[in-house]
């Protein structure tokens, strides 16, 4: 590592075993690469079979290389999850969940000689209730600030205008970038606000032919009827990958670059 930059990978949500694997081989490349990441994240909300994230399939992607995996409002599908959730030192679940809701909504990790803070936060627009996020994060920000000025949020919302507009009130925090996820689908806007990388959605990792990693028949029937269908993944077997590539100055928490990344590959 660069010890004045720190190279973060973030790959979107990760659907369903093919995701899990195609994630893991993705980052084995890309860590011997000439200029690796220093510190690889995933969304993991979809990871087992489209709905949460099982225990088994928790361990499966820490040891692919992940140092941070976040999540969203499906964290809670497989029930085993509040059996290991507290023991998970690389799982974050949404910070605006009520106070005694298990597991934690931030965390603090070692990179090299530096330090990486990482905030879930989960959206209202469109979205199951949950706390407001923003003075959360705005009081979170502040008590990581005194511990490391790189600042990273995943910031898990439906609604493109809520993450828009909370992306620029953490850039005035002085976050060092703000990832949405949520939707399944790369946006092309990302960018550099107020020394904060920015991008509305990393999209997601999983099967390409498909409803944002959902079986297509499966989805239309729902849609079409308004009727209770049981979602599953499809059975093709082309998959793709969606992430962002982010450099932050290590010292002053400031991103001074991001870039989509996307690739596809056949099984």
């Not at 995933?42 to 225990?55: D, K, Q, V, Y």
């Not at 290991?84 to 070692?110: C, H, M, Q, W």
């Amino acid at each position: 590592m660069n010890g004045e930059r720190i190279k973060i990978i973030f790959f979107g949500d990760i659907v369903g075993k093919l995701g899990r694997k195609a994630v893991g081989e993705c980052l084995k490349e890309l860590q011997a690469q000439d200029f690796p990441p220093d510190f690889a994240i995933a969304n993991i909300e979809n990871a087992s079979h489209g709905f949460g994230l099982t225990e088994k399939n928790y361990k499966e992607i820490s040891n692919y290389g992940f140092d941070c995996l976040t999540s969203g409002n499906h964290i809670w599908d497989k029930k085993e999850i509040f059996q290991y959730i507290d023991k998970a030192e690389k799982l974050i679940r949404p910070i605006n969940y009520p106070k005694k809701t298990k597991g934690v909504g931030s965390r603090v990790f070692e990179v090299g000689e530096n330090k990486i803070a990482v905030i879930n936060a989960l959206g209202r627009v469109f979205m199951h209730p949950s706390d407001s996020p923003w003075e959360v994060v705005k009081k979170e920000v502040k008590k990581l600030k005194k511990i490391t000025p790189n600042i990273l949020i995943d910031f898990h919302a439906e609604a493109t205008a809520e993450k828009v507009c909370f992306a620029k009130f953490c850039s005035e925090l002085g976050v060092s970038a703000f990832i949405g996820t949520h939707t399944h689908v790369q946006t092309a806007d990302e960018k550099i606000i107020n020394n904060m990388a920015y991008i509305t959605d990393a999209g997601f990792c999983g099967v390409s032919d498909s409803v944002i990693g959902m079986d297509y028949k499966t989805s239309l029937k729902r849609l079409s009827t308004g009727l209770p269908e049981r979602y599953d993944i499809p059975k093709s077997k082309n998959v793709q990958i969606n992430a962002v590539e982010i450099l932050i100055d290590a010292q002053t928490g400031k991103a001074f670059g991001i870039k989509r990344f996307l690739s596809e590959k056949n099984y």
